[in-house]
């Protein structure tokens, strides 16, 4: 796992980073989600959006693991 990234030379927390991005992705998505049939469906829309931001969140990190120790491996 990855514990830090570097951001303009300041050490930052991978869970911040990750979540950041997260909160990113949700808020850009939320306006075409609202649309959806689905969307008044749903009981509780802002247990609905916590739900998305921590599977985004979870995406994210998984995605991290994988892929950018294997990238930093690579390109010194």
């Known amino acids: 796992m990855i514990e830090e990234v570097v951001l303009l ?3 930052a927390p991978a869970a911040l980073v ?7 992705v949700v808020w850009l998505t939320r306006p075409a989600l609202l649309r959806l049939p689905l969307a008044r469906l749903v ?9 998305l931001f921590i ?9 991290a693991d994988t892929f ?3 990238w930093i491996a690579h390109h010194p």
């Open 68 to 70: 950018l120790p294997a």
């Open 9 to 11: 030379g300041i050490y």
């Open 43 to 51: 009981w509780q829309p802002a247990l609905a959006e916590i739900t």
């Open 55 to 63: 599977a985004v969140w979870w995406g994210l990190s998984v995605l």
């Open 18 to 24: 990750w979540a950041v991005l997260a909160v990113v």
